[in-house]
């Protein structure tokens, strides 16, 4: 009954820009807090950053002055506006949402299926 969907995703060169979009539909009463995380064949899922329904922001010190997270809530959206990205940040990147809803009013952790990011010359 709820569901996050990633778009954005894709190849591009080093030193290039991405935007990544994530709309969270469904049986939503309140969303209240929205990120993006990432992983690697491998390794654990990371935070990249995340965005409160106040508008309060963390990011990963990796990606810090490079990404920003931004949030629409009429639209239920996020975006990660990705620049100058490295090889590094190549990965699967996926959108979650701690929110209640789908017949629910507990918060819940829900996630999107993912989208690939391949930064590669």
């Known amino acids: 009954q709820v569901q996050l969907v990633e778009s954005g995703g894709g190849l591009v060169q080093p030193g290039g820009s991405l935007r990544l979009s994530c709309l969270a539909s469904?049986?939503?009463?309140?969303?209240?807090?929205m990120g993006w995380y990432r992983q690697v064949p491998g390794k654990q899922r990371e935070l990249v950053a995340g965005?409160?329904?106040?508008?309060?922001?963390n990011y990963a010190d990796s990606v810090k002055g490079r990404f920003t997270i931004s949030r629409d809530n009429a639209k239920n959206t996020v975006y990660l506006q990705m620049n100058s990205l490295q090889p590094e940040d190549t990965a699967v990147y996926y959108c979650?949402?701690?929110?209640?809803?789908?017949?629910?009013?507990?918060?819940?952790?829900?996630w999107g299926q993912g989208t690939q990011v391949t930064v590669s010359s």
């Open positions: 965005i409160r329904s106040g508008g309060s922001t």
């Open positions: 469904g049986s939503i009463y309140r969303i209240y807090s």
């Open positions: 979650n949402a701690d929110l209640s809803g789908g017949g629910s009013w507990s918060r819940t952790g829900y």
